[in-house]
């Protein structure tokens, strides 16, 4: 059984840049939140859908591992793929060359608080677990 993914395209541009001319490593974080949004998006449990339900998913954990590095203009392609939805969302992350080549994994674990008693849960309400068996049914 193969994990839910997707896959987006995206350009490194002038403002991602650090002064060695290669991408910031903080903005790496930023493509890791742009492949969950469209996952998210795709299986309609967007963060304001989130929020319409009373639930929020903050981040918790990050991990980060730069192998090479992006450039200006470099088109890659960002994966996540969410390999636990039980007690907490964890997507791993995999920035890619246009041909293939890993750049960079990272993994970010966020767990889901009750907006309206604030308080932590320690499992997926079921209402997401629908929304991802909808698309992947598998999952």
């Known amino acids: 059984m193969n994990p839910p993914e997707i896959t987006i395209a995206i350009t490194a ?3 991602d840049l650090d002064p060695m001319n290669i991408v910031w490593h903080g903005n790496y974080v930023k493509f890791f939140e742009a492949a969950r949004c469209a996952f ?3 299986i309609d449990f967007s ?4 929020a319409e339900n009373h639930y929020s998913f903050p981040v918790v954990k990050m991990n980060v591992k730069y192998i090479r590095p992006v450039r200006f203009r470099q088109k890659i392609l960002v994966t996540a793929r969410l390999v636990d939805a039980e007690n ?3 997507f791993k992350f995999f920035v890619k060359s246009e041909d ?3 750049l960079t994994i990272g993994d970010i674990s966020q767990i889901c608080v009750d907006l309206r008693s604030r308080e932590t849960l ?3 309400p ?3 677990r629908d929304h991802l068996h909808r698309v992947f ?3």
Request: charged share 25%; no cysteine; glycine share 4%.
């Open 13 to 15: 541009e002038f403002y």
């Open 126 to 128: 079921q209402i997401f």
């Open 47 to 50: 963060y304001a859908h989130m």
């Open 137 to 139: 049914p598998e999952a």
């Open 100 to 102: 293939g080549e890993l």
């Open 88 to 90: 907490f969302l964890r």
């Open 40 to 42: 998210l998006d795709k």
């Open 122 to 124: 320690f499992t997926i």
